[in-house]
């Protein structure tokens, strides 16, 4: 295929260019001749600054291509004073302003030149950089010790959000990429007070640190703060919400104009089993779940594993295994000590569960997992194949009560975090129980170290894992073995110490994986 010839723009000079100005002719004539804007590409790059070239160009400001006597204003992005000086050492000419770009973004906003304050000033920003004492951090989240005292938490939320939305937008590699970033600002010891003390950080790349930069100059991040207020991101949120809604279902229902949970039930689509579990009970599956009825669902849970199975044991996973004191679910880890006696454990324990009236859904899903005796037929993934159940939990207020009064704390429940959540939702009134997401996995016990690490979480933690498994050690590693692709075997373990001795790797506390 030929491609296409570019047509050529001829800048105001009549020279044959791509435009010196960085304008198109249809644009408007230069509104401020006395002001001249060279945008230096180191750090910015070049897409962003032909991006901030053109829009400055439309804007009525002269933007030069070329550096020359003629500039009076210098935009830099992510660099330092003294880089700057060093290279306008070797140039013509000594421009009136050296200035972060933020003064730029500023004045495409106003649609005109906004007052040069100290803060746009890169000297001036400079200045305390010797006072500034630099982070180091290991490359990998699972070499981190990650707990859940986060030192820069308004940084890690605002990239978590931007993180949810590009997941929300079937972006995954953005979203991962700003999920790594969060990690490593959780693992620092100290408040981040300036972009001086990132440098050599891994996982910052531009956007990440425009980002930074904006929440430490203003507060907040404009990005963020749009996000926030985007229908399409609301409706995502708010229909994702829903039990058993994927990302690609929400996106369907957008598209069909359905963006709240009054739409959805005016539009009487037919819906799934979990879907309608998860649209009757949205409120209290959209609340945080406290360590207190976690506990709660725990006795009633090890009670129905006792009564069908004497011996089995069973083990809080995910994020409360962590420490955490709220989830958005409750996921138990069951096993038994002697190999295959976990063989038709989950039916019995569902059926005990669903004769009680505990349970308001359930979905069993088999165990699929065969070990090939010459490796793992294809990359590990996150998704394992034990035998698990999915479920809608009926928790009553008297265990939940009880299992409160046990802990001897009050706890809180958190606000809801599904937006609008009671008053959207038809036939949910008053009632002396809470609905509660529950998974239950069973796992044979030569597994159980593995499925114990890969369900504790945190996800980004596990994700670190097997890239290191993959990247440095040549091994694949999921919920169910380690393969030493070298060796060309299994590597046995019975415990998450000895799987981590097998990669090389400290052993991190559970407390220690919230990255």
């Not at 703060?225 to 409706?235: C, L, M, N």
Request: charge should be neutral; charged fraction near 25%.
């Amino acid at each position: 295929m030929v491609p296409l010839k570019r047509r050529k723009v001829v800048s105001s000079s009549g020279a044959g260019s791509t435009g010196s100005t960085g304008r198109d002719d249809v644009t408007s004539a230069t509104r401020f001749p006395q002001v001249v804007l060279f945008l230096l590409e180191r750090k910015m790059g070049a897409s962003r600054r032909a991006f901030l070239s053109q829009l400055g160009g439309k804007n009525g400001f002269q933007v030069e291509e070329l550096f020359s006597e003629r500039v009076t204003h210098v935009i830099c992005e992510n660099n330092s004073g003294e880089e700057v000086r060093r290279w306008l050492q070797s140039q013509a000419g000594s421009p009136a302003h050296l200035l972060d770009v933020s003064w730029f973004t500023e004045s495409m906003r106003a649609g005109r030149p906004v007052e040069i304050l100290d803060r746009h000033k890169l000297q001036e920003q400079q200045i305390k950089e010797v006072e500034v004492v630099a982070f180091s951090t290991p490359s990998y989240a699972c070499q981190r010790r990650t707990t859940l005292d986060n030192h820069n938490a308004v940084l890690t939320d605002a990239l978590s959000l931007l993180a949810e939305n590009a997941e929300l937008s079937d972006e995954d590699g953005r979203g991962v990429a700003f999920r790594r970033a969060a990690a490593v600002l959780k693992s620092l010891p100290e408040p981040v007070t300036g972009l001086t003390q990132l440098r050599g950080l891994p996982c910052l790349g531009g956007h990440t640190l425009r980002v930074i930069k904006d929440v430490l100059e203003n507060g907040a991040s404009s990005e963020v703060e749009a996000t926030k207020q985007s229908e399409r991101f609301k409706a995502l949120k708010v229909l994702t919400g829903i039990f058993g809604v994927g990302v690609k279902t929400a996106d369907q229902w957008i598209r069909e104009g359905i963006l709240s949970l009054h739409q959805l039930q005016d539009s009487e689509r037919t819906l799934n089993r979990a879907q309608q579990a998860g649209l009757q009970h949205y409120e209290d599956l959209n609340q945080p779940v406290t360590r207190a009825e976690a506990d709660a669902v725990a006795a009633v849970v090890e009670e129905a594993v006792a009564s069908v199975l004497p011996g089995a044991r069973m083990t809080l996973i995910g994020g409360f295994r962590r420490g955490k004191l709220t989830g958005h679910d409750v996921d138990f880890l069951i096993t038994h000590p002697e190999e295959g006696r976990e063989v038709g454990l989950m039916p019995k324990v569902v059926s005990w569960l669903d004769s009680q009236g505990f349970l308001l859904y359930q979905k069993t899903t088999r165990n699929s997992y065969l070990e090939a005796k010459d490796g793992p037929a294809r990359p590990s993934s996150n998704m394992d194949r034990f035998e698990r159940c999915f479920s809608v939990f009926k928790l009553p207020e008297e265990a939940r009560r009880r299992a409160k009064e046990a802990r001897g704390a009050a706890e809180e429940t958190e606000p809801c975090s599904g937006p609008a959540a009671v008053s959207q939702v038809k036939g949910e009134g008053l009632k002396p129980w809470r609905a509660v997401r529950v998974d239950l996995v069973v796992s044979p016990i030569s597994q159980f170290a593995f499925a114990l690490l890969g369900w504790t979480g945190s996800k980004l933690f596990e994700r670190e894992l097997r890239r290191w498994a993959g990247h440095e050690k040549a091994m694949s590693l999921s919920s169910h073995a380690l393969f030493d692709n070298k060796q060309s075997r299994y590597l046995r373990a019975s415990s998450e110490e000895e799987i981590f001795a097998h990669l090389g790797l400290e052993y991190i506390l559970p407390s220690e994986r919230n990255a």
